[in-house]
């Protein structure tokens, strides 16, 4: 009698019906789990910093893993009830299929703990090129971890078979299923709203879950008159205490430490957007050839984001833009200009721009504050002003911070005195978008040229006026560019590729005290210019590492590698060439030479990663 098999007794209908009655009860369990491994995406993600913010966060957990499992229920589990002979088989095999995807939201847990990404499948490629699985992250645990989440599955599996012909919990189940439905609704009914207007502590939280894709709906809600909408998109955003952003910027991590000193020297910052390396020889830019020839000159100094606001924040704030609106919204000054102001630095900004706007932006981007901001016209009337500055008796009662900002190059702005060294060029206003590649490239080319030789003849001006002032053995220039070169934006059809080419641009200093002028090929970018600014000028004694992610240039090392980027984009920039990771994290990987470039280590992503959310809390 022992040895009768029970199973005889059931046809294929009678166990399907039996495996789909235990299977809700198994999927019901196994979300219960699902939440349990979520509450450390909880105990990682940024504080909310609104009550509405926090209630979005708890009620997205609860819908976003219990449908995370019924998917994963529907799509695969349900299926195999009907391609397993029996109900032991498809237990088993659920068992095991259970245990493998906790493990893999195991994994992604630690993953994000780390690093602050999830699992995808740019991700597993890098995983499984690494020789070893080296990735840097210890998963010893999952050795402890995989056999008592198998366990915890065959516990499931018994409880759920024992009670899935009962009815005393039916009332329970139907509870839980009602809150997980409702959890699942309101997570993207509230995510539609925040979208829709601009509610940043609900719409920054969409990257904290595992495949987490929450619903947006402005144009649906706008058709329909739900939203109010007038005019620019702009004038939908709410002004609210809760626009400071959820994740708060931990900026400096510990108290600064200062030795200034008795005689602090004077520090000029000239920014030339449009530049790139390239175009710094003898017959393009003959005065920052010279120049760089005589100080010291970085010969691999990079970009990430080809944007001069990017580039503006990281050489003031020193870390990346990624940390720039967080910045701007909590009002966080950086190191430099607070410290600048402690040791009673007169703080000026001269700026080449059409948009009247300007000011209030660079401003808010780099600390500085408007009212010390000039913006002018043209490079020539930004030049003129600028060195009279320079020229004037108050450089000789306080110490001076001078940011000028020349814009001609990348405006393809010209003025009534600019000289054409390259004909024919293209005249009159260019219009982005508007021209012929071939019939108008080389006139546009020779526009460019002819804008940039002039821009450098204003430079020139500049550097005689710190001379002629005799302001030299008191006064560090920094020459750099906020944005590379690029013409394809001014052509009908051009793409956005990225270009190491057009973000390798110039970046020259001159020391007072420097004996020998040096090229210093280690890889460079913005974000060295505050800490060499704070450690070398302001005497900050603190490690660079403490308020930012770049070096001090006088003392930087042959680094394999440097980062830079903004909400959508991690550059991580080596010798030879730059790996742009997307949002998604999707990966692409830019080479000098165009030839194949070498996949990214593992471990370097988990390090850059780390580097880029130091500063977060």
Not at 207 to 223: D, G, H, Q, R, V
Not at 262 to 278: C, H, K, Q, S
Request: overall charge neutral; some cysteine.
């Amino acid at each position: 009698m022992n040895n009768i098999n029970y199973s005889s007794f059931f046809t294929y209908k009678d166990e399907v019906s039996r495996s789909i009655s235990w299977g809700h009860w198994f999927v019901l369990l196994n979300i219960f789990l699902a939440l349990l491994i979520g509450c450390t995406y909880l105990y990682n993600a940024p504080s909310p910093s609104t009550q509405l913010g926090t209630a979005y966060l708890f009620i997205s957990w609860l819908g976003h893993f219990s449908f995370l499992v019924f998917v994963i229920y529907i799509l695969i589990f349900f299926p195999l009830t009907f391609l397993c002979r029996s109900t032991r088989t498809y237990k088993i095999v659920s068992i095991v299929l259970a245990t493998v995807f906790m493990v893999i939201l195991l994994i992604d847990v630690k993953l994000y703990q780390a690093i602050k990404i999830h699992l995808s499948v740019p991700m597993l490629g890098i995983f499984f090129t690494q020789e070893g699985f080296s990735t840097g992250l210890n998963y010893n645990f999952l050795y402890i971890a995989t056999p008592v989440i198998a366990f915890i599955e065959y516990l499931f599996s018994k409880f759920a078979w024992r009670n899935h012909y009962l009815h005393k919990y039916q009332r329970i189940t139907v509870f839980f299923t009602t809150v997980f439905i409702l959890s699942f609704l309101a997570t993207h009914i509230m995510h539609i709203w925040a979208n829709a207007y601009r509610y940043v502590p609900i719409t920054q939280q969409k990257s904290i879950f595992p495949a987490y894709y929450p619903m947006t709906a402005n144009t649906f809600l706008k058709e329909h008159g739900l939203l109010a909408y007038s005019g620019d998109s702009e004038g939908t955003q709410i002004e609210r205490p809760a626009s400071k952003t959820s994740r708060k910027l931990k900026y400096p991590l510990n108290a600064m430490k200062v030795i200034p000193s008795e005689n602090p020297y004077n520090v000029i910052l000239i920014t030339i957007d449009g530049l790139d390396y390239g175009h710094m020889t003898e017959d393009y830019t003959p005065n920052l050839d010279v120049f760089a020839k005589t100080h010291d000159s970085y010969i691999k100094n990079y970009l990430g984001d080809n944007r001069d606001s990017t580039a503006n924040f990281e050489m003031m704030y020193g870390i990346p833009a990624e940390y720039m609106k967080t910045a701007m919204n909590e009002k966080t000054p950086p190191v430099i200009i607070s410290e600048m102001l402690m040791q009673d630095y007169k703080i000026s900004g001269f700026i080449t721009t059409a948009d009247n706007r300007a000011e209030k932006q660079l401003a808010s981007i780099t600390g500085l504050r408007t009212k010390n901001i000039k913006s002018f016209d043209s490079d020539l009337e930004t030049v003129r002003n600028a060195a009279n500055w320079i020229y004037s008796e108050e450089w000789n009662y306080r110490p001076q911070f001078t940011v000028i900002k020349l814009t001609d190059p990348a405006t393809l702005n010209q003025n009534q005195e600019a000289q054409l060294s390259y004909v024919p060029q293209i005249s009159g206003t260019v219009t982005p978008g508007t021209l012929n590649r071939e019939k108008d490239g080389t006139a546009l080319k020779n526009r460019y040229l002819n804008c940039l030789k002039n821009t450098d003849k204003m430079l020139g001006h500049i550097l005689q006026a710190v001379s002629d002032s005799g302001k030299t053995r008191k006064t560090v220039v920094i020459i750099t560019a906020g944005q590379g070169f690029n013409l394809n934006k001014y052509y009908e059809k051009h793409g956005n590729r990225y270009s190491r080419e057009s973000r390798h641009v110039p970046l020259v200093i001159s020391w007072p005290d420097a004996v020998i002028p040096a090229r210093i090929s280690a890889i460079t970018s913005s974000q060295d210019i505050a800490p060499t600014i704070a450690h070398e000028i302001l005497g900050i004694q603190n490690t660079e590492s403490d308020y930012s992610t770049g070096a001090n240039l006088r003392e930087v090392q042959n680094r394999p590698w440097l980062i830079s980027g903004n909400r959508d984009e991690l550059y991580i920039i080596g010798h030879n060439q730059t790996t742009v990771f997307d949002k998604h994290e999707n990966a692409v990987t830019y080479s000098d030479d165009g030839s194949e470039a070498k996949p990214l280590n593992m471990t370097t992503l988990i390090n850059a990663r780390k580097m880029l959310n130091k500063f977060s809390n």
